[in-house]
């Protein structure tokens, strides 16, 4: 017999990400990683900008499926068997996605993934539903409101499978922005419950899982090219400076903890927002090092220069971001406000170096890591004082 399904309180001690959670983030970033290793093979052809307009899409379906169930599941998860058995199957919904990322990259054929973003979005609608069945008031109408808006933007998607495909990106364009205001719209009378400290974590831990697809997608990627008998000292200097950045993006993300700036829906409704730039460069870096191997490997048909772009842009954008939205909450002093900001200009700088931009990107990246770890241990020696 499925239980009501109660909102959780904010409050609550030791909130945890569950097991089922977890579960669900790995079947997210196998529709990450099939979306970075498309922009990985545009890139490397020489494409860059059909690459990165079917990659911002695709990852966008991706990411706000990832968001609205996280924050769904920090209020109203029962974990009871109803609720697993509707979480699972925005799971396969999310690998059907996965399995039409090829197809909508190399033909703009957007049917698979919007029927595997239709499963996750009924199924989505339903645990809204469900809560709606136990909940009165304004309580009630939040998650009423939360399940219209979502039916009506699956309607207007749509227009993927009715547009002409040069027209596709007007879709995301129009509906995507619809997407975006749901939760305001449906959260303007009554907020829902999430949990700051679970939210927080769940954020980072589908950032360590997205960093680690990326360590994944260079290692193969380095493996490909010394199969295909490409010189190792050509390959270490990437491989090394695509090391060092991920290092550093893992340490410049969890160097203080941000649940105690979520304290309003404003406020976390940016900061959630903002994560679409936030795991979308994190997984960027690693399509990035995979056009740098190529491109070090004489197998990709661009410049030395537009591959090592392809890691410093992103990697760029990945500090800029964590910076503006997350990490300069926690910082005092001019000092320490302006190590991330300078360090990802220096990152972009980096692209002039050619062949040993990647490297020189990953040791401006431990540099920042370095700034920021000597600075705060100065300002807490200083307030011991």
């Known amino acids: 017999m499925p239980v009501l399904m109660r909102a959780r309180r904010r409050d609550e001690e030791h909130r945890t990400a569950t097991p089922l959670e977890l579960f669900f983030d790995l079947c997210f970033v196998v529709a990450v990683a099939a979306a970075g290793r498309q922009l990985a093979h545009a890139l490397a052809e020489g494409h860059p900008g059909h690459g990165v307009l079917g990659y911002l899409m695709l990852f966008f379906a991706v990411w706000w499926a990832w968001m609205n169930f996280s924050w769904f599941a920090s209020a109203y998860d029962t974990d009871d068997p109803l609720y697993r058995v509707v979480t699972l199957v925005q799971m396969a919904g999310v690998l059907v996605l996965a399995a039409g990322v090829p197809r909508a990259f190399a033909d703009s054929d957007f049917t698979v993934i919007w029927f595997g973003y239709l499963v996750m979005r009924l199924a989505m609608v339903a645990q809204w539903l469900r809560a709606a069945l136990a909940c009165r008031g304004a309580e009630r109408r939040t998650a009423l409101r939360y399940a219209l808006g979502m039916t009506v933007c ?24 619809m997407e975006l205001a749901v939760p305001a719209l449906a959260e303007r009378e009554r907020g829902t419950s999430w949990h700051p400290r679970h939210i927080a974590e769940r954020y980072g831990l589908f950032t360590l899982i997205v960093l680690g697809e990326t360590i994944a997608a260079a290692t193969l990627a380095v493996q490909s090219a010394l199969d295909e008998h490409a010189g190792l000292g050509t390959l270490l200097p990437v491989a090394g400076g695509g090391l060092l950045l991920v290092f550093a993006a893992y340490w410049i993300y969890f160097a203080a903890p ?14 959630g927002y903002g994560h679409y730039l936030v795991f979308g460069s994190a997984a960027a870096v690693g399509a990035g090092i995979e056009v740098a191997v190529e491109e070090a490997s ?8 537009a591959a090592a772009a392809c890691v410093t842009v992103p990697a760029a954008l990945f500090m800029a971001t964590v910076w503006l939205i997350h ?11 302006l190590v991330l900001p300078v360090c990802s200009l220096l990152v972009l700088a980096c692209t002039l170096a050619g062949p040993w931009a990647v490297p020189a990107a990953g040791l401006v990246a431990c540099g920042a890591v370095a700034a920021g770890v000597s600075l705060t241990s100065r300002q807490e020696t200083a307030l011991v004082e």
């Open 154 to 177: 699956q309607i207007g998607w749509l227009g993927l499978l009715a547009a002409p495909r040069g027209d596709v990106p007007w879709v995301f364009v129009v509906v995507g922005p």
């Open 258 to 271: 941000v649940h105690q700036h979520l304290r309003s829906n404003r406020q976390a409704f940016l900061w």
């Open 298 to 305: 004489g197998a990709a048909r661009l410049s030395a220069f």
């Open 327 to 337: 990490s300069r909450h926690q910082k005092r002093g001019p000092a320490q406000q």
